[in-house]
Every structure is written in structure tokens, then in C-alpha cells.
């Protein structure tokens, strides 16, 4: 400033300031910084109060998502009691408290859900007081309640989960949040994050106002005289910038040094606007981003769908130009790719082939990461294999802390379920620490999706199974009966439906033992696998009846299957240990769609009646069902000559 003052007058003849240099500029100056002062003040006001109301939001969802993780897990802990044998009940709920699934597990005659006033049940919580949360399986007149206990660990892993401290039945103070009661978090919390004070920053912008004032208040009279149209549009334009308004402009009269400062103002205010139309942008994406995060995650199931969102909001955050995400296959001991943007070279493949790109867990920067769990970041370090890049930030992808990933059993420390890595930040610098705390954050949001979803599977994979024979249960089989129906009647297909039941299982439960019994609906269930193919499917539909599905096969392909599985079963007795040998025959009623039925009930029924009459025909045989215009001969098993055709005896009440 003090140069261009010495160049002496200016071109055109224009009279410059140079006698009023020091009153005039110091008070044109001091306005801008007063202003400036003021913005700043604001802008780290609200900036104070916006952090700690995300810092609030972020650690009330990640408390939330927490607490219900732990009510599935003993809900599941519960089920998984319920569903063994009475005599087995103790002994299972033991070793899920072993193994860390629950703190207590009890299990109880006729007694209502919750073991004590002091516990809240996770599905209905009274929002009292809280020694433990629960969840509540019955079975009959059984009640099996899991529970962990909340207790200062219980706590203080929360709060090193969120980021915030947590303390129960507490009351909400500036800095605070109350989380109230309710299914899926049944404890009432209070969250507090501390709340940064910039104390001495306002001190020294308050000494600057003062001093802008003051002097302004000395020179206020002597400026009034001298330059009161300059400077009065100036103060008019600053004022109006104060108050929001960014697209004000101050009029330049003349190309003097006034002049020259309504224009520098003027480019302030420009760059001003875009700095904060940028910020205003970039804030507003970042919250699209994490509305669709956050609405992904609890909305869907679809892994793939949920790590393209989280790969997307990663970029978004940290500027990055591409991003990968790979999950670890146990069985094979590689990374494979399941999200992938920006991507170049041999690695920029459409989404439908991610599953082709492979990387061995130890090798290069991506393998190490997965291998050894720590981060890495740095640039022109990556192997031949990976993808090519100038900057690169790779952090583990980790199951939540405390808990068993249900593909990775075993694990003592938190399961390493893959590597989620960023590349080539926007500007061509390097990752620093805090892109590296961010891309934690992210992935410790993914691994959380990654084991839900797998334990979600996994629940949803228990619910449709018999546990004793590990056949699809009956619930499956309605579902899966009508879907192959359609497909079937979709594309002019046929399907054959198979009923089997077991001659004489009653007797068998009566000499040998409902022990005995299990082992041999185990054994038969083993050999009807064996005979199938792989698009057939088998259900234990109740009891010891059986259902099988036969996919684009018409009445001699079933008749073919039928004569095979009762040819297996009867073939070699089942072995019993202490029991010795039981022999053991079917009878299997056989129906085809859409020759017996023209829906999925109707075919069953089809099949049930073709059953019965195998039943009434001397059992260790096959019956073939009837359509609505013509009587389909039936065929008895003989070993020797294979089936043969017979009369259909009338129906009778079925014998077991």
C-alpha cells in the first residue's frame, strides 16, 4: 500500500489522497476488519454449535445402531435356547454366556417375559430403571430371557463406539441429548459431547471492534468532509454484506485510490460469495450423501447396494477421485471386489464382473492392510496388480467390536472383513491424518452394514431350516412350491412334486427310542440329498413326511426319482449306535403340474392322495396321482422287473 502511495499523481490528472494517507485508509481499512471480525465471530458461532449437533446426531445413531445390534444378538442368543431340546436348554444357554453372547441367560416355567423388574426388555421397555436389557423367547410355557448387563464397561464401550459420554437416566443439557426408551433401544441415555469454546478468539475480535470504533469515532468528522460519497456507498455496501447480502457492489466514481479500494471490496465480496456458495454446496452434499447413507443402512439388506453408498460419501468427504471396495472370502483367502468408482486400467470393468477381480490376502498394499488390520496411506507404493494410482489411503474393514462375525468364527479380536481404500486426491496432494480419520469412520459404518447383513443371512437362513435334518422347513416349502409353479406355468414347463413319508416310524420311535427315531430321519434325509440333483429341492414338511421338487420334470422323471430314493432307503438299514440296525422303507406319492394340479395347493394335494394310496397299496412303494380325465396306471417297487403297472386301490385312512 505504502508503494503505490509514492508513484505520485495519478494518470488524467487526478488528485490523489496522498495528504489525508493516514486518517483516510486507516479508517477505510478498519471497516472491512470490522466486518470481517463480525462474519468470523458468526461464522465460528454456528460452526461450534453445527459440530456439536453432528457430533450429537452421529453419536445418537451410532448408540442406536449399537444397543439394537445387542437386542438381535440376544433375541438370537434366546431363540437358539428355544429351540433345542428341553434337557440340551441349559447346557446351550452356558455356552452362548461363554462365548460372550449374553451375560445371563435364564430359563423359566410359566413365568412372564422379563426375570426382573430391574431388566428392559428390548422389544418393550418400560424407560425405568435399567441393570440390563433383555430379549424374550417361549416356547409352550417356557420363557427363555437373554440379557447383557449395563454396567460401566457396558457403557464405556459406547462411548468410545460414539465418540460421546453416556450416562444413564440423566437429564439434557446445552451439549447433551436424552435418548428416550423404545423397541430396539430399550435404555434411556443422555449423550453429552463437549462443546469447544473459543473464548480468546472472541476476545481478540471484540478488542479489534473496540478499536475499530474508536478510531472510526476520532476520523469520523474529519472523512465526513473530505470523502463522504466514497465512503458512505462503502459503508452502505459493507453493511449490506453484514447483513447477508453478498451481491451487493460499491460504485467506483473515480480510478483513485477510493476507486481502487471499492474495487478490491467488490472482489472480496465475489470471492466471498463463491467461498461460501462452495462451502454451502459442499455442506449440502455431504448431508444428501449421509441422508442416503443413513436411509440405505435401514432400508436394505443388499451389501453391494450399501458399499456404493458408503464409497460415495467417502469420496464426497475427502475429495478423492476413486475409491475400492473388497471384501475377504474366507474359503478362497482373497480380497474380492464388490464396489468400485473412478477406477482405471484393468481395473475399470462394468459392475456386473467386480467379482472377477481377485487380490491374494498379504500381498501388496491392499492385501497387507487386510492381513496385518493397520491402515497405510502414501503414494507409488502399490503392486503391479493393483489399481494404478499417484496417491492411495487403505483402512481394514472390521466387524463390530464384542461380536462373531458368522463367516469368521473364532475370532478373538474384531474379524477383518475387507479393505476399503481411496485414491488420487482432487489437487493432486497427498491423504493426510484426517482423511484418514474420516475413511475409518466410513469403514467402520461398512463393516457394521457388511455384519448385519450376514447375520441378518444368517438368521433368515435358521428360520427356514429344520434343524434336525437340515432340509428347508415347511414354511419354505409354501413359498418355494408357489414360485416354481409360476416359473413352471411362466414358461410351458412341467414340475414334479414328490410327498415320502416313512413306513412305521411310530414303531420305530416306540422300540428304539424318539433318539433312535431322530437319527434315522437324519440318515433318510442324508440319502434323499444324495439322490437328487442340484436344482431339485428337498423339505421336511412335518413329522416324517417329506417333500421333494422336481424342476422340468414331467411323471416318468418323478416315477424314475421316486423308484430311485425308495430303492436307496430300503437298500441298507439305518445303523444305530447301541440299537444296531434299522431297517427302514418309504412310500411316495407322486404328482405333476400341471397334469394334477393347476396351482401349487393343488398339486400338494395331488401328491398327498397319491401318498395315501402308496400307504393303503402295502406300503415300500410309489403311487403316481390321477388327473382330472383319464386314471394314470400305478407302479409298485420290484427289484427284479422294475415298475410295473396295477390297479389303484380305493382310498383309505393312511397308516404310518
Not at 464409497?311 to 483367502?333: E, H, K, N, Q, S
Not at 433368515?460 to 413359498?479: A, F, I, K, M, V
Request: negative net charge; glycine residues 10%; proline residues 6%.
Amino acid at each position: 500500500m505504502s508503494a503505490s502511495l509514492q508513484r505520485g499523481p495519478l494518470p488524467g490528472g487526478c488528485v490523489t489522497l496522498r495528504g489525508r494517507l493516514t486518517t483516510a485508509f486507516l479508517v477505510v481499512v478498519l471497516g472491512p476488519v470490522l466486518l470481517g471480525c463480525i462474519f468470523v465471530a458468526l461464522t465460528v458461532a454456528t460452526v461450534s454449535r453445527d459440530r456439536t449437533a453432528e457430533r450429537l446426531d452421529h453419536a445418537a445413531t451410532t448408540v442406536r445402531t449399537g444397543i439394537g445390534a445387542i437386542c438381535r444378538q440376544l433375541q438370537a442368543a434366546a431363540d437358539a435356547v428355544a429351540v433345542v431340546p428341553p434337557g440340551e436348554r441349559t447346557a446351550v444357554a452356558n455356552q452362548l454366556v461363554a462365548r460372550g453372547l449374553a451375560s445371563d441367560i435364564h430359563i423359566l416355567e410359566s413365568v412372564p417375559v422379563g426375570a426382573s423388574d430391574s431388566w428392559q426388555d428390548c422389544a418393550a421397555p418400560t424407560g425405568g430403571q435399567a441393570d440390563a436389557i433383555a430379549a424374550t423367547a417361549t416356547i409352550g410355557t417356557v420363557a427363555i430371557t437373554a440379557a447383557q448387563s449395563v454396567d460401566d464397561s457396558f457403557l464405556d464401550r459406547l462411548a468410545a463406539t460414539s465418540g460421546a459420554s453416556i450416562s444413564l437416566d440423566g437429564h439434557a443439557t446445552p451439549g447433551s441429548r436424552e435418548l428416550s426408551a423404545g423397541p430396539g433401544q430399550p435404555l434411556r441415555l443422555t449423550l453429552t459431547v463437549p462443546r469447544t469454546k473459543p473464548t480468546f478468539l472472541y476476545a481478540v475480535l471484540l478488542t479489534v471492534v473496540l478499536a475499530a470504533g474508536a478510531a472510526g469515532i476520532v476520523v469520523s468528522r474529519w472523512l465526513a468532509r473530505s470523502t463522504t460519497r466514497p465512503l458512505g456507498d462503502l459503508a452502505w455496501a459493507a453493511d449490506q454484506v453484514a447483513g447477508g447480502d453478498l451481491d451487493t457492489r460499491v460504485p467506483i466514481v473515480r480510478p483513485d485510490e477510493l476507486g481502487r479500494l471499492a474495487a478490491t471490496f467488490n472482489r472480496m465480496t465475489r470471492e466471498l460469495q463463491a467461498y461460501v456458495q462452495a462451502l454451502t454446496a459442499s455442506r449440502d452434499q455431504l448431508r444428501g450423501h449421509l441422508a442416503i447413507l443413513g436411509e440405505t443402512l435401514s432400508s436394505t439388506h443388499d451389501v453391494d447396494r450399501i458399499l456404493q453408498v458408503i464409497l460415495r460419501t467417502a469420496l464426497a468427504a475427502t475429495g478423492a477421485r476413486a475409491g475400492l471396495v473388497l471384501l475377504l472370502d474366507p474359503a478362497g483367502g482373497h480380497l474380492v471386489a464388490h464396489s468400485a468408482i473412478g477406477l482405471t486400467g484393468a481395473w475399470d470393468v462394468p459392475e456386473a464382473e467386480l467379482g472377477a477381480l481377485r487380490l491374494p490376502v498379504g500381498s501388496g498394499v491392499l492385501g497387507t492392510v487386510a492381513a496385518g488390520g493397520e491402515p497405510r496411506r502414501g503414494h507409488g507404493e502399490l503392486a503391479s496388480a493393483e489399481p494404478p494410482c499417484r496417491t492411495y489411503v487403505a483402512v481394514p474393514i472390521r466387524a463390530p467390536a464384542g461380536v462373531d462375525d458368522p463367516l469368521l468364527p473364532g475370532e478373538s479380536a474384531p474379524a477383518t472383513l475387507g479393505v476399503l481404500a481411496l485414491y488420487d486426491r482432487v489437487g493432486g496432494d497427498d491423504f493426510d491424518d484426517a482423511d484418514l480419520g474420516t475413511l475409518r469412520t466410513f469403514a467402520g459404518q461398512a463393516g457394521v452394514a457388511v455384519h448385519n447383513v450376514r447375520v441378518h443371512e444368517e438368521a433368515q437362513r435358521l428360520s427356514l431350516t429344520d434343524p434336525l435334518t437340515g432340509l428347508w422347513n415347511y414354511r419354505y416349502l409354501r413359498e418355494s412350491l408357489r414360485r416354481e409353479v409360476e416359473r413352471a406355468s411362466r414358461f410351458g414347463r412341467k414340475l414334479a412334486v414328490l410327498v415320502l413319508d416313512l413306513d412305521h416310524f411310530k414303531e420305530v420311535n416306540d422300540t428304539y427310542g424318539h433318539a433312535a427315531g431322530d437319527a434315522v430321519l437324519g440318515e433318510f434325509a442324508r440319502r434323499i440329498r444324495i439322490g437328487l440333483r442340484e436344482v431339485d429341492v428337498a423339505f421336511r414338511q412335518g413329522g416324517e413326511e417329506f417333500v421333494v421338487l422336481l424342476p422340468e420334470t414331467d411323471a416318468y422323471g418323478g416315477v424314475i426319482v421316486a423308484e430311485r430314493l425308495g430303492a436307496a432307503v430300503r437298500a441298507r438299514p439305518v445303523s444305530i449306535e447301541a440299537r444296531g440296525a434299522v431297517p427302514v422303507t418309504v412310500s411316495i406319492g407322486v404328482a405333476v403340474f400341471p397334469e394334477h394340479g393347476a396351482t401349487a395347493q393343488e398339486v400338494l394335494e395331488a401328491a398327498d392322495d397319491a401318498l395315501y394310496a402308496a400307504k393303503n397299496a402295502g406300503r415300500d412303494t410309489y403311487r403316481l396321482a390321477e388327473d382330472a380325465t383319464r386314471r394314470v396306471p400305478e407302479m409298485n417297487f420290484d427289484p427284479a422287473v422294475g415298475p410295473s403297472g396295477g390297479p389303484q386301490p380305493p382310498r383309505q385312512a393312511r397308516g404310518r
